[in-house]
């Protein structure tokens, strides 16, 4: 019986650990008109993540809009998964990002960055993945949805 739980709790510290790896990489908060606001992720590890039944967040204003990731979603090593949101949100100019497990963990949240020019400019992580938690990790440039971050 403690054999089965000790495998049951590694089990879940690696589940954790490779979700750890997962990051909000580029963010677009305030699209072009018509556009949907739209998160990044990226999986800086080096095994699959299964992110099935994760959500993200955008919170602009007094607002909050929700993405679901579908069942079976696999982010591969160094891949990317964009979620987009409802081409009907409202913006004010800028937001924060959030990203939680199933279970409802939190695993990544950016500050607040704003966006007043409604074009393909977004905030995104200089490199890929970068997370010192601090503003020098993100950069405002052009777009490079679901692919890698270039200044």
Known sequence: MKIALLICAALMAL???AAASVVI????VN???GGSDWIELYNSGNETVDISGWTATITDGGWVGKMEVPAGTIISAQGFY???GDSRWTHQDGGFAALYTESGLKVDETAFREDGLDNDFTWGRHPDGHDTNTDGDWGYAYATKGRSNGL
């Open 25 to 28: 990489n580029e963010m677009e």
């Open 82 to 84: 964009v979620l987009v």
């Open 31 to 33: 699209p072009p008109e």
């Open 15 to 17: 589940s954790l650990c």
